[in-house]
């Protein structure tokens, strides 16, 4: 889209030269007005001669100021967009953030031609362009409201122009230095002031008064004693124009008020300021009747309001508008003044109030833009020139004069700066160089401000002179003295075709721009009358004119200094201003004086064309150089685009200068180097220069970021380092005092630990104390991870001497605990079966070989069970209870025949059973002993006390669970009767004589 806006721009764009510098002919003015109207009528009001920008005022609305184009023409180079106010703002503010120069901006042209609106686009793109803080919004909107505040009144509807200026306005704007607009400050110049009292047929007063009486609130009229109607007012009638088609005085009126309030105007503020601006009104229509040739006010109605607005007293009032003080024989007296003094009374009191509040009106603004920043008070200055165009009028008065004056001067300057002042440097360079011939209009400026010969001094020594000045001698005496100037004719010298368009009373001075009539009437009485009766303002309660008027000022006896010597004096230090400034031009035409959009008056713009020096400006610009620098600017600025030159350049500084621009490639046609300075041919040239040190600077910056980020990163580091180090100091040192403590006292228990080794046999004594202990705590300690695990875990570890008997407690101890846990964790089975175990241990070990394997089998309750057992035997017991039964081998005493027989065990005795008899029954009372041999077999004899005849005798059985079997007969047995185990040289079982079973049975292994 934007790609589109552009390329149907730049085809748009294309319409005739955008820079008069490429024109082909560029020495024909009708070339020169054809560029200017081609373009015109494609809407392209703007066009460059170099630098220098003329604009045509459109008389319409063009859709070129948005913020889309604020954006394009921002931080761009000159020549890469359309000419357009934005590019010379933005240039000024890149030559001022770059160069740190201050820079104005000087815009001329004739009254109409766009001016104002030019100084009010490059504010606004200023406001919208710049960076900005909080602070800085309240400084953009400030400037920007003092425009409508100013314009409401400072201007007013002329011929030439709807919203004429009728002051001259240079305002500073001043940026910090990040090029934000920090503050400003407004200079004013002469303002009309006897439009407050007259105004030509067709125009009108100050926009402020018809803005009030518009829009100004019931309430507020009514205070002020107003009526919503202009034509009740002297002072709003004369031109017989209270509207205007292009003027919407009622929201004009809004925006003030508003503007007001931005600026910092207080309620009190804008009501005493509105009293002035209301008594004005009333003052022109306080009415003079005559009363024996002496003026006096017919109606006191006004008089009570002027009395009441401006807070003076009412007849003081009325004596100052009808009296003038005259000082006779050093008394002061009141002298009655005729009808026609006591009305320029009148009206000088309006001039001078109005005037001085407009005065004030500008301090105040400026209070309120002052840069408040104390902490830095270096800033940078836009300036911008907007003051009232030369006009020319059918009757032309003394601030007419003023004003044409001042546009003379602007135009000197330009002159100065532009044409003069480059054609003389060419030659002081020694650039060869055709002269260009121009009107240079100093001849003009010294006719005006020559001192003693000049207009303003001669009006000067008239109006003060003692004796009766009048305008007519006046211009006398001026015919007298520049009667023979080239520039000025009065009606006397005039030729007759000159006299009929002029009156006597008119001296005509031929301008730059014209030729223009002077009316002389009331230029020496202002002077006179402005003094008297402005005392009685000095009384006034409104703090305005209190502050305006002040008593010691008016009653200076010094000879006071004329309006028009004041404004030169004005003009001069202006002129100082702009000359320390680097300027930019915008010169300013009107297309035609009908106030029409689209049309193109080639008459009027040839004349224009022709006193704004434009050709000549060509000219001098095509055949010279578009920028010069001294060599020294020149080379501090550029020396980093060339390795030679960089960072320093020792030699001449114009060799630097040369080897620079060969190194950057400029070739001979693109510049000259002078005696001081170089010479650049093409903006172009330059602008690629300062691009290429954009970029440079870039990579600087980044080489001198990455320079400091590398030292500052290295000191960091290094700071680091030494820290580290130290911290490392610090810890190795208490380590390497924890490891020699950790060493020395390892050494000296070394050192104990081998004399209590020395000493380890002595009493415990010093010596060997500690490795005793430490002996005894190894030994503890040891003990402690190898205590057995079971009862038949035998290890223990040896003691120490010291320790033995406490060894072998802990030993017991420890089985003790082990045995006791170990029983409590058995079952009743278990223990059952231990008993029996205890018993068959107790009967065979290590008395029969095949005990141990026994060991390991577990006894059963019974080897036969009841199912295995005839039923007859259970019943031949009888009540007797079977305890234990066991299938057994019977071998006969004699033969040795191995029957199968089952043993059953009763509590009583033990039964042999072959089937279902009870083929012998042996009670245990009877049983006189057991033999088993020490070998392996299960051969057992039970052994029968043979005086019972019911039994059959000892038996001998074989069973393969001996042990088992035996060892239950041997608990029924002892459950009856006791047995004693005696070591002997063979196995015998035996009722001893004590009556109980003795058991004497043989080692075999010796323990
Ligand atoms: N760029 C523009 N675009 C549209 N209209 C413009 C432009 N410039 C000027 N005008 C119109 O021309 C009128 C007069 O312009 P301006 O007030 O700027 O003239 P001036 O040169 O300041 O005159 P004076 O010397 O009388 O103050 C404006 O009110 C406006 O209507
Ligand atoms: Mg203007």
Known sequence: MRAMMESALTARDRVGVQDFVL????????????????????????????????????YKDLEIYNKNHMERYRGVNFYEVSPHIYAVGDNSYRSMRTERKDQCILISGESGAGKTEASKKILQYYAVTCPASEQVQTVKDRLLQSNPVLE???????????????????????????????????????????????????????????????????????????????????????????????????????????????IGFNEDDVEELLNIIASVLHLGNVQYGEEDGSACITSDTQIKYLARLLGVNGTVLTEALTHKKIIAKGEELMSPLNLEQASSARDALSKAVYGRTFTWLVNKINTSLTYTDDSSKHYSVIGLLDIYGFEVFQHNSFEQFCINYCNEKLQQLFIELTLKSEQEEYEAEGITWEPVQYFNNKIICDLVEEKFKGIISILDEECLRPGDASDLTFLEKLADTVGGHPHFVTHKLADAKTRKVMGREEFRLLHYAGEVNYNVNGVCVCVCVCVFNLIVMCMSENKILN?????????????????????????????????????????????????????????????????????????????????????????????????????????????GVATLVKHLGYKPEEYKLGRSKIFIRFPKTLFGTEEALETRKHSLATKLQAGWRGYSQKSK???????????????????????????????????????????????????????????????????????????????????????????????????????????????????????????????????????????????????????????????????????????????????????????????SGAVIVEEAKLKQRIDYGALKGISVSSLSDGLFVLHVLSEDNKQKGDVVLQSDHVIETLTKIAIYITALCVIDFTPGSELLVAKAKNGHLSVTAPRLNSR
């Not at 001259?168 to 400050?185: L, R, W």
């Not at 000359?579 to 915008?586: A, R």
């Not at 434009?614 to 920028?627: D, K, P, Q």
């Not at 010093?766 to 402690?784: A, G, I, Q, T, W």
């Open 23 to 58: 024109l082909e002919n560029y020495t024909s003015e009708a070339a020169f007005i054809e560029n200017l109207r081609k373009r015109f009528k494609e809407n392209l009001i703007y066009t460059y001669i170099g630098s220098v920008l003329v604009s045509v005022n459109p």
């Open 717 to 907: 580091y290094q700071k680091l380092r030494t820290s580290a180090i130290a911290v490392q100091a610090w810890w190795r040192g208490i380590l390497a005092r924890r490891r020699a403590r950790r060493r020395r006292q390892a050494a000296d228990t070394i050192r104990r630990f081998i004399k209590g080794f020395i000493h380890r046999h002595e009493d415990r004594c010093p010596e060997n104390e500690y490795f005793l202990d430490y002996v005894r705590y190894s030994f503890l300690m040891k003990l402690h991870r190898n205590l057995p695990k079971n009862v038949l875990d035998k290890s223990w570890p040896t003691p120490p001497a010291a320790l033995t008997e406490a060894s072998e407690h802990l030993r017991q101890l420890c089985m003790q605990n082990m045995v006791w846990s170990y029983c409590k964790k058995i079952s009743p089975e278990w223990k059952h079966q231990m008993e029996q175990k205890m018993i068959a241990s107790e009967l065979f070990k290590d008395k029969k070989d095949n005990y141990p394997q026994s060991v390991p089998k577990l006894f059963v309750s019974t080897r036969l069970n009841g199912e295995d057992i005839n039923p007859k035997v259970v019943q031949a017991l009888g009540s007797e209870k079977m305890k234990y039964a066991v299938p057994v081998t019977k071998y006969d005493r004699k033969g040795y025949k191995a029957r199968p027989r089952q043993l059953l065990l009763t509590s």
């Open 547 to 655: 502050q305006c008027f002040d008593r010691e000022e008016l009653s200076d006896k010094k000879r006071p200094e004329t309006a028009a010597a004041q404004f030169k004096a004005s003009l001069a230090k202006l002129m100082e201003i702009l000359m320390s400034k680097e300027p930019s031009y915008v010169r300013c035409m009107k297309p035609n004086d009908s106030k029409q959009a689209g049309r193109f008056d080639e008459v009027l713009i040839r004349h224009q064309v022709k006193y704004l020096g434009l050709m000549e400006n060509l000219r001098v610009r095509r055949a010279g150089f578009a920028y010069r620098r001294r060599y020294e600017v020149f080379l501090q600025r550029y020396k980093s685009l060339c390795p030679d030159t960089w960072p320093n350049w020792q030699g001449k500084l114009s060799d």
């Open 152 to 262: 409401a009144f400072g201007n007013a509807k002329t011929l030439r122009n709807d919203n004429s200026s009728r002051f001259g306005k240079y305002m500073d704007i001043q940026f910090d230095f990040k090029g934000a607009p920090v503050g400003g400050h407004i200079i004013n110049y002469l303002l009309e002031k006897s439009r407050v009292v007259h105004q030509n047929h067709g125009e009108r007063n100050f926009h402020i008064f018809y803005q009030l009486i518009e829009g100004g609130e019931e309430d507020l009229l009514r205070r002020l004693g107003l009526e919503r109607n202009p034509q009740q007012y002297q002072y709003l009638v004369k031109g017989n124009c209270p509207k205007v088609s292009s003027i919407n005085d009622r929201s004009d009126w809004k925006t003030v008020r508003k503007a007001l309030t931005v």
